[in-house]
């Protein structure tokens, strides 16, 4: 059974930074496409982030420079780091993975209908 639990969000100010964090089980992470997609209140969800096996990374273009996934651990945990902030960047996070997908196939704007996803962990910016 895959499961995928995410840990690290919080409460910062606006240009602050935090690292969110997606430890998976029941599947080997690094040849899943795996991604963060995230649901403001009142919002459709977002995809915003995606890496393959590969290393190949995909941003959405409100979070480029900001955010990033560290290739790291066999990407599990999977790690989103994010950096400067933002009010707007309030929402609940999620990680997903779906296997089988790399190159242009895995991109954050699949996420939203990746096979497995986490509950959740909310961040919130103050300005």
């Known amino acids: 059974q895959v499961t995928l639990s995410e840990s690290g969000g919080g409460s910062v100010q606006a240009g602050g930074s935090l690292r969110l964090s997606c430890t998976s089980s029941g599947y080997s992470a690094s040849t899943y496409c795996l991604a963060w997609f995230r649901q403001a209140p009142g919002k459709p969800r977002e995809g915003v982030a995606s890496i393959d096996r590969d290393g190949r990374t995909t941003y959405t273009d409100s979070v480029k420079g900001r955010f990033r996934i560290p290739q790291e651990n066999d990407y599990n945990p999977l790690y989103l780091q994010m950096d400067s902030l933002k009010p707007e960047d309030t929402a609940m996070y999620y990680c997903?993975?779906?296997?089988?997908?790399?190159?242009?196939?895995?991109?954050?704007?699949?996420?939203?209908?990746?096979?497995?996803r986490g509950q959740g962990t909310q961040v919130t910016v103050s300005s």
């Open positions: 997903a993975a779906e296997p089988g997908l790399r190159g242009p196939g895995c991109n954050f704007e699949g996420a939203l209908g990746f096979r497995y």
